[in-house]
DNA sequence: CGCCGAGTTGAACTGAATCAAGAAACGTGG
DNA sequence: CCACGTTTCTTGATTCAGTTCAACTCGGCG
C-alpha cells in the first residue's frame, strides 16, 4: 500500500459524493496520513482523548467498548471505505469509551481534530460530506437499535449473515457474538439449532 | 403561540451554534412554519414518506417504532429543543417506519425535504450546524446504544432519572417502560423493588 | 510436542416476558 | 359534579431466552 494509492481512494470517495476540484483535493489529502496497522494492533484504545479519526483503506476494523463486567460489545465493523473514530471524545476532548483494532492486517487514512476544523475553512464543502455521512451513520445505527431491542438474537443473527454475506469467514465467531449481544455461548448452540432445523 | 414567537426562538437557537446575518435570518424562518400539535395527535405515522423534520418549541413528543408483535419502542422523547423527523426516510423517501406523537399540547416549526436543500445552497453555513447536530445526535445515541446491551433494566432506569429529573411527572410510566426497552409490568415491579430496599 | 485460543456441550440459574386478573386514576358526556 | 368506561398501574404464577460456570474438543502455531 502506497501513500498515492490510498489518497488516491480517499479522493475517488470524496468525487463520488460531492464535487470538489483538483486543486481542492490536494488540500484534502495533505490533511491526511497513511497508517499501518498490524493484526491485533490498536488504532484507538479506551480511556485515550481520540483526536484522530480514520477512513478505512484496506483490512477488517472492530469497534467495540468494554463494558463495567469486562464484556466487550462490538459495535461495528469496518471495512474498506468506513470512517472509524468516536465522535463524542473528538468533540469534547474526554477519553474515549471505545476501542479500535485490527482483526487482520490494515490501512487507514487519519485525519485530526484540529486538522479538520481547518480543513473545513479552507474547503467549506466538506461539512456536506460530513453532514451526509454523520446522517447515514445515524440511520443505521438507529436501524441496528430498533433490530435489538425488538429482535431476539436469532433474528439478530439471520439479519446480519443476510446483511453481510460472508462475515463469518472474515471475523471469528465470538466477536460475531459480541456484535449481537450474546455471549459465544449462545452463539454456538443458536447455530446448532439453525442446522438441526434444515 | 405566535409565529413570530416561534420563530425567533429557532434563530435563538441557530445563533447559539454558528454565525449568521439578519438577512440569513429572515430566509431561514421564511422555510420554516409553525404547526400546532394537539394532545396524542401525530406529527410523523409509520407507513407515510417522511418529507418534513420539525423543531420542537413546546411540549412533549414521542418518537417511538412499532415491532412486528405490535409492542411499541420509545426511541427518545422530543422537549423544547430538539428535532424530530426520521433522517432515513427524509433522504430515501421510502416510508418511514417511526412515529412522532404529541404527548401534550405541542408546537414545532416544520420544514420539507425539497425546502432544506434549497435553504442549504443559499445559506451553506447550516450545511455546518446539521453537520454538528448529527454528530451529537449520533454520539448521543451510541451511548444509548451501549447502556441498552450493558446495563440491565434497573441500571438503565436509575440512568434516565439522573440524567432526566422530573421525567416521571411528565410521561406516564408505561411509556417510560418502552423507552426503557421493558414491559410496564417489569418497571412497576422494578419500583416496589427500590422502595422496599430503602 | 505441548500449549493456548476458539468453539462446543451440559446443567443450573436468572431477569424479564407472558398471561391473567384486579385496583386506581382519568376524562368525557350527561 | 357525578357516573361510567377506558386507560394506567399493580400483583401473582408461570415460562423462556440467554447467562453462568465448568468441562471438554479441536486446530493451529511456536
Known sequence: ???????????QYIKERVPIS???????????????????????????????H??????????????PKGLEHVLY???????VGDIASFNTHEP????????EDSWILTFSKDGIEE???KVPILERLFRIMAQRTLSVLQKRFFLTVSANAHDRY???IERHPGIEQLV?????????????????????QLLHKK
Open 1 to 11: 500500500m502506497t501513500e498515492e494509492l490510498a489518497k488516491h481512494k480517499l479522493i
Open 22 to 52: 483538483e486543486n481542492e483535493s490536494e488540500v484534502i489529502t495533505s490533511y491526511f496520513e497513511l497508517r499501518h496497522l498490524p493484526k491485533k494492533s490498536f488504532f484507538i484504545q479506551e480511556g485515550q482523548e481520540c483526536i484522530y
Open 54 to 67: 480514520g477512513f478505512v483503506i484496506s483490512g477488517t476494523l472492530r469497534v467495540f467498548y468494554s463494558d
Open 77 to 83: 465493523f469496518g471495512f474498506a471505505d468506513w470512517w
Open 96 to 103: 474515549t469509551h471505545i476501542n479500535v483494532q485490527a482483526l
Open 119 to 121: 480543513l473545513f475553512l
Open 158 to 160: 439471520k439479519e446480519l
Open 172 to 192: 471469528p465467531q465470538h466477536q460475531i457474538a459480541s456484535y449481537l449481544g450474546i455471549l459465544p455461548e449462545s452463539l454456538s448452540r443458536m447455530k446448532k
